[in-house]
C-alpha cells in the first residue's frame, strides 16, 4: 500500500473534486490526518429561558432540561481534538480501465483522538463511504460524501474546517450543509471552473429532531440532523430528506470564487428541545415547533497576494426554514414565529505566511433576519509553526458571543446544527465563550 502526505482530511475532498488529475494510476492510498490539542475553555452564565404560561407541561420540563445544559457557567481544561482540522483515517482506490475511464472508492471515518473511540455518532466511515466512476466528461460518485454547497465554504477559507475555524461556526447553518446520506453526485471541471450537482433521496432527516445523538438517538426519541439513523430507511415515501444542490467555482492561482445552493424537503418533520437522558421524554410530547422545507444559498471569495504570502477571503451564506405549529414555548423562549425562519452568515478572514510560520485571523456574524432579536458574532486568532512536510504546532484563541438567543443557542438545542460550538464548548443565551489552546497536526 502507498502512503500519501495530506495538508488535511479536506485536500481529499477538494483534489478529488478534480477528478481528471488527481487520479493517474491504479492503487490504494491509506491517509489520515490526527490533530489533538490542549485547551482552556470558559463560559459565562447566560441568561435563563422563560416558558410561556401556554406552555405544555413537557415543554416546560424540557425549557428546564435545556437551561440546566445552555445557561450554566463553565470554566475548564480539556484535552480536545480537531481544534485546526479534522482528524480522519481513509482509505482511496482507484483502478485505470484506459481511455479516460477509471473505477474509484473512498471510504473515510473519524476519531476522537482524545479518547480514541469513533465520532461521527460512532459511524465507522462517517465522512465519507462512495464508489465512483471517473469518465472524460466527469465523474460519478454514490454515496455518503460532501453535499455540493459544502466545497462553496472549503475553497475559501483560510483555515481547515476545524473546530475554531469561523468558516464553520459562521458558514454553515446546519450539517446537511455538509454531508448527505444516499447521495448521488457528478462532478466536472473544465479549464479554471468546476462544479458539481447533487441529489439525495435522503440525506439525513429523521423523523423527529432534537439535540439527541450517539447512544441517545433513536427513532422513538428523535436524534440531530444528519444523525446515524436520520437516513437509515432510504427514501421516504412522503419525501422527507430529499435534497437537491450544486456548486460551481472559479479558481486561479490568485482568485477564487465560488457560490452554492441546497434544498431539503423535511416534511413537517417535528423539532424537539432537549430530551431527558431516558431517550423517550419530551420527543413524546410536543414539539417546539415543525420544519416544512429548508432552502440554502452561499457565496465566497478568496484572493492571494502570492509573492506576499498573504490572502484575504470571505462568505455571505442565507438559509431559508418554512417552520410551522410554534409553540408558545419557542415564541417565549427563542422568539419563533410561524412563516419563514431566515439565517444569514457572513465570515471573513485573512492569512499570511512566511517560510514555515502562519499567522491568520477570522471574524463571523450569524443571526435571524426576521427576528427582533438573535445573532451570534465571534473571531479567531492563530499561529502555526511547520516543523515538518508532516507536523505542525499551532495556537489558537476563539471568543463567540451570543445576543438575544442566537441560531448558535437555538439550532444546537432543538438538534438543527450539528456542529458542536468550539468541539462541544457551547454557548449561553447571551453569554459569552472563549477558548485558548495549542496543538499538534500530522498528517500522512
Known amino acids: 500500500m502507498q502512503k500519501r502526505v495530506l495538508s488535511s482530511a479536506i485536500a481529499l475532498a477538494l483534489t478529488a473534486l478534480a477528478s481528471g488529475t488527481a487520479l493517474a494510476q491504479s492503487s490504494v492510498t491509506i ?32 425549557l428546564v432540561a435545556a437551561n440546566n445544559n445552555l445557561s450554566n457557567k463553565l470554566s475548564t481544561n480539556r484535552i480536545t481534538p480537531d481544534l485546526s482540522s479534522q482528524s480522519a483515517l481513509g482509505f482511496r482506490g482507484t483502478e485505470d480501465m484506459g481511455g479516460g475511464y477509471k473505477g474509484t472508492f473512498v471510504l473515510e471515518g473519524q476519531m476522537s483522538v482524545d479518547a480514541g473511540n469513533l465520532a ?41 474546517f476545524g473546530g475554531t475555524d469561523q468558516f464553520i461556526e459562521g458558514g454553515l447553518s446546519n450539517s446537511l450543509n455538509i454531508r448527505w446520506d444516499n447521495a448521488l453526485t457528478y462532478s466536472a471541471q473544465v479549464g479554471e471552473f468546476r462544479g458539481q450537482l447533487g441529489y439525495s433521496p435522503n440525506s439525513g432527516v429523521p423523523d423527529r429532531i432534537n439535540a439527541q445523538r450517539g447512544g441517545n438517538a433513536s427513532a422513538t426519541a428523535g436524534s440531530i440532523l ?38 431539503t424537503n423535511f416534511d413537517n418533520t417535528p423539532v424537539f428541545l432537549l430530551t431527558t437522558t431516558n431517550g423517550t421524554s419530551p420527543a413524546t410530547g410536543s414539539p417546539l415547533f415543525n420544519i416544512k422545507d429548508y ?45 419563514s425562519l431566515r439565517v444569514s452568515s457572513l465570515v471573513l478572514g485573512t492569512r499570511y505566511e512566511i517560510g514555515s510560520v502562519g499567522l491568520f485571523g477570522q471574524w463571523s456574524e450569524t443571526k435571524f433576519r426576521n ?21 505542525t504546532v499551532y495556537t489558537r484563541y476563539e471568543e463567540l458571543k451570543d445576543k438575544g438567543v442566537g441560531p448558535a443557542v437555538t439550532l444546537t438545542a432543538t ?25 499538534v497536526r500530522h498528517s500522512f
Do not use: C
Not at 43 to 58: E, Q, S
Not at 415 to 439: D, H
Open 226 to 263: 444528519g444523525g446515524n439513523n436520520g437516513s437509515a430507511g432510504g427514501e421516504n415515501k412522503d419525501g422527507r430528506g430529499r435534497s437537491y444542490g450544486l456548486f460551481g467555482a472559479y479558481v486561479t492561482n490568485e482568485l477564487t470564487l465560488s457560490a452554492g445552493y441546497g434544498r
Open 371 to 391: 427576528e427582533g432579536r438573535g445573532k451570534n458574532t465571534g473571531f479567531t486568532l492563530g499561529a502555526e509553526y511547520s516543523l515538518s512536510k508532516r507536523t
Open 295 to 339: 432552502s440554502v444559498w452561499n457565496l465566497g471569495a478568496k484572493y492571494k497576494l502570492v509573492d506576499l504570502g498573504l490572502t484575504f477571503s470571505g462568505a455571505f451564506g442565507h438559509a431559508n426554514y418554512d417552520i410551522n405549529s410554534a409553540s408558545a414555548t419557542a415564541t417565549s423562549a427563542f422568539g419563533l414565529t410561524n412563516g
Open 120 to 160: 461521527r455518532d460512532g459511524r465507522l466511515f462517517g465522512r465519507q463511504a462512495f464508489v465512483g466512476v471517473t469518465t472524460p466528461y466527469g465523474e460519478v460518485r454514490l454515496g455518503r460524501q460532501y453535499a455540493p454547497i459544502f466545497f462553496s465554504s472549503a475553497v475559501v477559507t483560510t483555515e481547515r
Open 31 to 62: 491517509y489520515g490526518n490526527i490533530d489533538v490539542g490542549f485547551d482552556h475553555i470558559n463560559r459565562k452564565a447566560g441568561t435563563r429561558l422563560l416558558p410561556d404560561v401556554g406552555a405544555t407541561a413537557d415543554q416546560t420540563a424540557a
Open 415 to 439: 438538534g438543527v446544527r450539528e456542529v458542536p460550538t468550539m468541539v462541544g464548548a457551547g454557548i449561553t443565551p447571551n453569554g459569552k465563550t472563549s477558548l485558548i489552546g495549542v496543538g
